[in-house]
Structure formats: structure tokens, C-alpha cells
């Protein structure tokens, strides 16, 4: 009864871990969850003033599909001013989400017999996007000794390369695109004419590296479609608002979609978004403070266990090698059942990642040194 379509997407490898951990917890186990991927503070709370302040003027109804005006605009000068990204609120769609950003990009921009170049390790979502759209995902291979940054990047590229996905701070290594990576994906984009897909909803969580958007490059104007989102820098993952800026051509058939299935984002959630742009950025300095002093806890007590993690300069994921122990999966079952660790296997996110573990640090000081200790102790 049901479409092949879906009959190839597995379930999100990263919440069946977190439903597995529930389960325990429904037992009495006291879990650590170094598994999701959310920032574990609240929401600032100007931010929930303003929507509650939108709630009370009776901010109630649909708004424009592409977003509130106000928004748009003042999106399109973030863009502008922090990522020196030329663009205009016309070029700019509010989503409920980045994830429903991705999704509408990648049906808008791929169809049956093209590729899309994701690089491996990467976030769980894209694959199954691409899929959808019907195209086929190539994997093209990253340096573990680099910092999982992409390697020999042309030979992934054939004609019928349409898209390259890039994401960095990169879920889930953690680690940073250089400008001179940067720069080699431009220049294949450019010679090859393939449109770049890049995913900065981590740009504010990076730590001694500057963010750089390759929309923002020579030539690039016309390639790129940036996808941002409140959900990681405000700690803002339930209200779900994210948004997209792509070229005039790919904006109207992605408006398109999105007008026809989810209408536009939350009217009041856009008014608690415009708080988030325009308000004091304060709150997001102390988070991402406190996300480098968790990294560094747990970085050191990793070595202590002879664990690699690189050194992952933004996001809140470390990357972990634990292939001294047993595979990825192995480790973190071991991990779940025995130390009531909840971690992510590597191979959730591409073949690349069956060494590994992913941790997410989004929790307190005090739980990662607990779980270090139950880690040390089962390991
Ligand atoms: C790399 C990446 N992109 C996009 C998203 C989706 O974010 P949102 O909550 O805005 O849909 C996530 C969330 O985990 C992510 O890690």
C-alpha cells in the first residue's frame, strides 16, 4: 500500500539511539545522553518574550508564505553584513526548520539521473533528501588525518554532478571547513557549473576559527543556496524556524513547495526569530563559551582513555575513534547498555564514520566528567 520512495530511507539513526536510551531511562537508568544533537540551555529569554509578546497582539494567522517581512529583511542583511553574502529578502524563504529548508532545496534542485557529492562523514538527513528527490548520493572521501576535511574532491565529480552538500562546523566531526578548502569546492563548482548546498546552521558554534560562507566567494553568487537556522545558536530546536537564500530561479520553485505543503513557519515563532537577529547576541557568547570548556573537558579525558577526537573547532560533536576498543557500533552499545552512555555509532553518517563514535557535549561539566568515569570504568 505504500510508495517505493520511502521503501530505501531508514529511520534517523540518531533517534532511534535517543528512543533506545528512553527506554532505559523508562527502566530507572540513570542515562547520559551524549546523543542528540540539541543545545541542552533554554531558549534567551527575550526571545520568548517576543513571542509571547507576538501571541498577545494576536499574531495568529498565516503570514506570507515566504516569511514575515520584517524577518526577510532582516535575514537578508545578517547575511549581508556577517557572512558578506550579496543578497536581497526576495532571495530568502523562512522554513520551519533548516531540515525542511534541505528537503526543499534538494527537490527543487534534483531529479532523477543526477548526483549530489556529499562528503564522508556526513549529517544523517542529506542522504535520504537525495534520495527522495530521486537522485543518486556519491560519497566522496574526506582526510581523517586532516580533520575530515574533503580530499581529491574532483575525482568525485562526473557529468551529471548537479549539487555538492557541504557543512561546516561540520556535524558530526565537529571540524571546520579552511578557506583554502573552500576555495577548491568553489573552483570545481565554477569550472563544472554544479550548484553548492551549504548547511551553516553551526557557523556560531566554532571556537578559534572564523566562519567563512562560500556563497560569499568570487563567482559563487549564482552556485550557492545557504541554509541557516535558529535551532543550534539561539537554543531554539523545538520551535523549529530555519530559513534558506538561494538564486531568483531556484527561490521560485522552492517557494512553490513550500506553499504548497507546510504554507509558511509559525507566525509568532518568525517574531520570536526577528527578536533572535535583532536582540542581544550575549546569550550565544556564554553558550558557545561554555560548549569550548565542555569540548576541552572532554577532549582531554577522551586522550586519557587513548581515544582520538581530532580537534573539532566548532558544533558540539567530538568525533571519536575508538576503533582501540571494537567498532563504532559495538562501542556504543557497550557504551549504552553498560555505562548507561548514550552516544551515536560513526556509521550512522557514512561509511567513514564505522571507527567511530559521535559525542555530543551538549550537556553539563558535571555529567561528562560522570560519564568519563563510566566510560574509563566499562572500557
Ligand atoms: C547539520 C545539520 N543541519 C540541519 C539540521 C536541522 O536543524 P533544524 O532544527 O533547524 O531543522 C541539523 C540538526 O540536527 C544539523 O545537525
Not at 556535524?171 to 554544479?194: H, R, W
Not at 530546536?237 to 527561490?251: D, H, M, N, Q, S
Request: glycine content about 8%; some cysteine.
Amino acid at each position: 500500500m505504500t510508495a517505493k520512495r520511502l521503501l530505501n530511507i531508514t529511520e534517523s539513526a540518531t533517534l532511534r539511539i535517543s528512543n533506545l536510551a528512553s527506554e532505559l531511562k523508562s527502566q530507572g537508568k540513570d542515562i547520559i545522553s551524549f546523543s542528540l544533537g540539541e543545545p541542552d540551555f533554554t531558549t534567551p529569554s527575550h526571545i520568548i518574550d517576543a513571542a509571547k509578546a507576538s501571541l498577545d497582539r494576536g499574531d495568529t494567522h498565516y503570514t506570507p508564505s515566504p516569511g514575515i517581512p520584517e524577518l526577510r529583511k532582516a535575514i537578508a542583511e545578517k547575511l549581508k553584513v556577517e557572512n558578506k553574502i550579496e543578497t536581497k529578502p526576495g532571495n530568502v524563504i523562512v522554513t520551519p526548520g533548516a531540515k525542511q529548508a534541505i528537503f526543499e532545496v534538494m527537490l527543487s534542485v534534483l531529479q532523477e539521473g543526477d548526483e549530489a557529492i556529499l562528503f564522508d562523514p556526513a549529517w544523517v538527513s542529506y542522504d535520504p533528501c537525495i534520495q527522495l528527490a530521486g537522485a543518486r548520493t556519491v560519497w566522496a572521501p574526506t582526510s581523517r588525518d586532516n580533520g575530515f576535511s574533503p580530499e581529491n574532491i574532483g575525482e568525485s565529480v562526473t557529468k551529471k554532478t548537479k549539487l555538492i552538500v557541504i557543512n561546516s562546523p561540520c556535524n558530526p566531526t565537529g571540524g571546520v571547513y579552511s578557506k583554502e578548502t573552500l576555495k577548491e569546492i568553489a573552483d570545481i563548482a565554477i569550472d563544472n557549473n554544479i550548484l553548492v548546498l551549504s548547511d551553516e546552521i553551526y557557523e556560531k558554534i566554532i571556537y578559534d576559527m572564523k566562519h567563512i560562507s562560500i556563497g560569499a566567494m568570487d563567482g559563487m553568487q549564482d552556485l550557492t543556496i545557504t541554509v541557516n537556522g535558529f535551532s543550534k545558536a539561539y537554543a531554539m530546536t523545538g520551535w523549529r524556524l530555519g530559513y534558506v537564500c538561494a538564486p531568483k530561479e531556484i527561490y521560485e520553485q522552492m517557494l512553490k513547495l513550500h506553499s504548497h505543503s507546510v504554507s509558511q513557519a509559525t507566525s509568532f515563532v518568525q517574531y520570536a526569530g526577528l527578536a533572535a537577529l535583532k536582540g542581544d547576541q550575549a546569550p550565544v557568547t556564554a553558550m558557545v563559551s561554555e560548549f569550548k570548556k565542555r569540548r576541552d573537558l572532554l577532549i582531554k579525558g577522551l586522550e586519557k582513555l587513548g581515544i582520538k577526537s581530532g580537534r573539532p573547532d566548532g558544533a558540539f560533536y567530538a568525533f571519536a575513534d575508538v576503533s582501540k576498543y571494537g567498532s563504532g557500533e559495538k562501542v556504543a552499545e557497550l557504551l549504552l547498555n553498560k555505562a548507561f552512555v548514550a552516544t551515536t555509532p560513526g556509521s550512522a553518517f557514512g561509511e567513514a564514520g564505522n571507527d567511530y563514535i559521535r559525542i555530543s557535549y551538549a550537556t553539563s561539566q558535571e555529567r561528562i566528567k560522570e560519564a568519563l568515569k563510566r566510560m574509563e570504568a566499562v572500557l
